[in-house]
């Protein structure tokens, strides 16, 4: 695993680091996720879990104060209280607490929205933090949104690339963060490799940013954020911190 942090835009406080799967050398994620298929996808999936806890443990991140932010396959998980069960138990056994795990999926292969809606909605009784990652990009998007309310939708870099030169995107991204804020989900905008995305991104009142512009990826490792602390533009409506519970 490499850990990549989301940082708050406005203080440079990290709010959770993204565990992101990795060789064990140190290879790229495709490598990996080109060996998956639908006969090895459930017991890849519950691996990558382990050893995101496990691993996330062994650097301190609970210690931080961070949330640690886990990807899953909807398509991997049968029944959500059955295929928790091995993630709860690498919590119980490694000490790291439950209501700092946030569980994101990436709508990007179909999805049978019943089916995910139930993940979702189990997560969250159980007291964990859900997240739809690269929105904007995959197949469920508005429709998923209108039907659940995750706590935080992570926006799709594609929308953030040179979004400080493309005013259709800052038109697009600034109407997402304002149905987002109406319905109290948290944005993150991921993919951001510029000090003018970022800025851009501030002056619309990004709450949580994500992206090399931050901090890289850092194999088997916390990457500290190269963010200082903003100077609220008076541009910037105000916006609510991140919500802390789900």
Same mark, same amino acid.
């Given at each position: 695993m490499a850990f990549q942090p989301i940082v708050d835009a406005s203080t440079g406080q990290v709010f959770a680091h993204e565990a992101l799967v990795r060789g064990a050398g140190g290879e790229g994620a495709g490598s990996v996720l080109s060996t998956v298929s639908e006969h090895n996808r459930y017991v890849f999936d519950q691996q990558c879990r382990v050893k995101a806890i496990e691993l996330a443990t062994s650097l301190g991140l609970a210690q931080s104060g961070a949330y640690l932010s886990i990807n899953f396959m909807p398509n991997a998980v049968y029944e959500p209280r059955a295929c928790i069960r091995l993630t709860l138990a690498t919590a119980m056994r490694t000490g790291f607490p439950l209501d700092r795990l946030i569980f994101e999926f990436t709508e990007n292969e179909p999805l049978d929205t019943q089916h995910v809606l139930d993940i979702l909605r189990t997560y969250r009784a159980?007291?964990?933090?859900?997240? +739809?990652?690269?929105?904007?990009?995959?197949?469920?998007? &508005?429709?998923?949104?209108?039907?659940? @309310?995750?706590?935080?939708?992570?926006?799709?870099?594609? &929308?953030?690339?040179? +979004?400080?030169?493309?005013?259709?995107?800052?038109? +697009? /991204? %600034?109407? &997402?963060l304002a149905m987002l804020t109406e319905l109290d989900v948290t944005a993150v905008c991921?993919? /951001?490799?510029?000090?003018?995305?970022?800025?851009?991104?501030?002056?619309?009142? /990004?709450?949580?940013? @994500?992206?090399?512009?931050? !901090?890289?990826?850092?194999?088997?490792?916390?990457? /500290?954020? %190269? &963010?200082? !602390?903003?100077?609220?533009?008076?541009?910037?409506? !105000?916006?609510?911190?991140?919500?802390? %519970?789900?």
């Amino acid at each position: 695993m490499a850990f990549q942090p989301i940082v708050d835009a406005s203080t440079g406080q990290v709010f959770a680091h993204e565990a992101l799967v990795r060789g064990a050398g140190g290879e790229g994620a495709g490598s990996v996720l080109s060996t998956v298929s639908e006969h090895n996808r459930y017991v890849f999936d519950q691996q990558c879990r382990v050893k995101a806890i496990e691993l996330a443990t062994s650097l301190g991140l609970a210690q931080s104060g961070a949330y640690l932010s886990i990807n899953f396959m909807p398509n991997a998980v049968y029944e959500p209280r059955a295929c928790i069960r091995l993630t709860l138990a690498t919590a119980m056994r490694t000490g790291f607490p439950l209501d700092r795990l946030i569980f994101e999926f990436t709508e990007n292969e179909p999805l049978d929205t019943q089916h995910v809606l139930d993940i979702l909605r189990t997560y969250r009784a159980m007291g964990f933090k859900t997240a +739809i990652d690269d929105f904007g990009a995959g197949f469920a998007g &508005l429709n998923l949104l209108a039907k659940y @309310q995750p706590d935080i939708v992570k926006l799709d870099m594609d &929308l953030i690339r040179d +979004i400080d030169r493309d005013r259709p995107k800052r038109a +697009i /991204v %600034s109407h &997402l963060l304002a149905m987002l804020t109406e319905l109290d989900v948290t944005a993150v905008c991921e993919g /951001v490799e510029t000090e003018e995305e970022l800025t851009v991104l501030r002056d619309l009142g /990004v709450e949580l940013v @994500q992206g090399y512009a931050i !901090a890289r990826p850092l194999f088997e490792g916390l990457a /500290v954020p %190269s &963010l200082a !602390a903003d100077t609220p533009s008076p541009r910037r409506n !105000a916006r609510s911190a991140p919500r802390k %519970s789900a």
